[in-house]
């Protein structure tokens, strides 16, 4: 089983900038997407920024242009890049991956979510 932990999250100003990392570690697993979402208090959890196995992004109207979405398929971590933060942009980011496993000639899909990491933009 994949397991993911975030990393980088914290208190910034608004305008700030921070970079959030996660890793996935595990055995023999291959990763196809990578996401990260967030959830605000009081809210729904949001897809925030998607990456494929292939290098291929996706934004939520309310990040495109600020944030970036990046990854090293060789370390199996993905970046989120967070420019010109505003205080809605205030929750708790989680990193998540689906991942296929192979055993034999049956290829199996799972998804694992990480613990998430906190981050506070003040105004």
């Known amino acids: 089983q994949v397991q993911l932990v975030e990393s980088g999250g914290g208190l910034v100003q608004a305008g700030g900038s921070l970079r959030l990392s996660c890793r996935a570690s595990?055995?023999?697993?291959?990763?196809?997407?990578m996401n990260w979402y967030r959830q605000a208090p009081g809210k729904q959890r949001e897809l925030v920024a998607a990456?494929?196995?292939?290098?291929?992004?996706d934004y939520a109207d309310s990040v495109k242009g600020r944030f970036t979405i990046s990854g090293d398929n060789v370390k199996n971590e993905v970046y989120l890049q967070m420019n010109s933060l505003k205080p809605e942009d205030t929750a708790v980011y989680y990193c998540n991956a689906r991942y296929g496993v192979k055993s034999g000639i049956i290829s199996r899909n799972y998804l694992q979510w990480g613990q998430g990491t906190q981050v506070t933009v003040s105004s």
């Open positions: 990456i494929t196995s292939g290098g291929s992004t």
């Open positions: 595990g055995s023999a697993f291959s990763i196809k997407v």
